[in-house]
């Protein structure tokens, strides 16, 4: 007779396992697209990488605008009627200009403006990369917290299965229909259940944790 009841509860087992046999059907990938955004607008370090790709981005401007330093612009005013003039003449009175330069910064400038623009190159190619790569991380985490979804949803139902089959078993078995060996046989099937869907619900707030990590939110904040 507890052939027959375990039988039952494997058909109903399989049953609920065909009605989620794939987790392909709870994938949503606008709700993915969402959490991508959310992981770039929120992790740490995009932010850094932006934040360092705007410092190369300065450092160029100030590179180009250092050009100017190294070039020194002097005048000098002597009036024609002042004392020094009358008592030492001199071709040289009123307003004199001069210019002066660094050979030596001409020579270094365009080397620095070069490694500026590289620096800035360097920072644009590791923000693109840390793009890609927080991409592919949190698509990785949602399909893993979709796994783990899906899993527990299957456990729940059987254990709701075995649920029932242990009422109906303990009520013959009180009733003196089935035997005792009979009773705790279902009972210790009904037990692995409870087992089975305490694993997949660690399982899946694991899943839950581990995405909710990358985004910086709840997900039940993504709409």
């Known amino acids: 007779m507890v052939f027959r009841y375990l039988v039952v509860f494997f058909l109903l087992a399989v049953s609920s396992a065909r009605a989620q046999e794939s987790m392909m059907a709870n994938v949503d990938n606008v709700f993915l697209d969402k959490l991508i955004a959310a992981a770039k607008a929120n992790y740490p370090k995009m932010k850094a990488t932006a934040i360092k790709l705007d ?11 250092d050009w100017f330093s190294i070039v020194s612009f002097t005048y000098l005013y002597s009036p024609n009627n002042s004392t020094t003039a009358l008592v030492n003449p001199s071709l ?106 305490i694993e997949s619900e660690g399982s899946y707030l694991v899943a839950k944790s581990s995405l909710e990590e990358m985004i910086g939110v709840k997900l039940e904040s993504i709409q």
């Open 55 to 65: 410092i190369a981005s300065l450092n160029v401007h100030k590179a180009k605008l």
């Open 92 to 197: 040289l009175n009123g307003y004199q200009f001069g210019f002066s330069t660094s050979i030596g910064g001409i020579l270094q400038r365009p080397d620095q403006v070069k490694t500026a623009r590289d620096e800035y190159k360097l920072a644009q190619l590791n923000q693109d990369e840390y793009n890609l790569n927080i991409v592919a991380v949190v698509q990785q985490r949602y399909y893993a917290y979709v796994q783990t979804q899906t899993v527990l949803n299957w456990k729940t139902k059987s254990l709701e299965s075995a649920e029932s089959t242990l009422k109906e078993m303990k009520y013959k078995f009180e009733k003196g229909v089935e035997t005792y060996d009979s009773y705790t046989r279902v009972e210790a099937f009904y037990s692995s259940s409870v087992q089975a869907k």
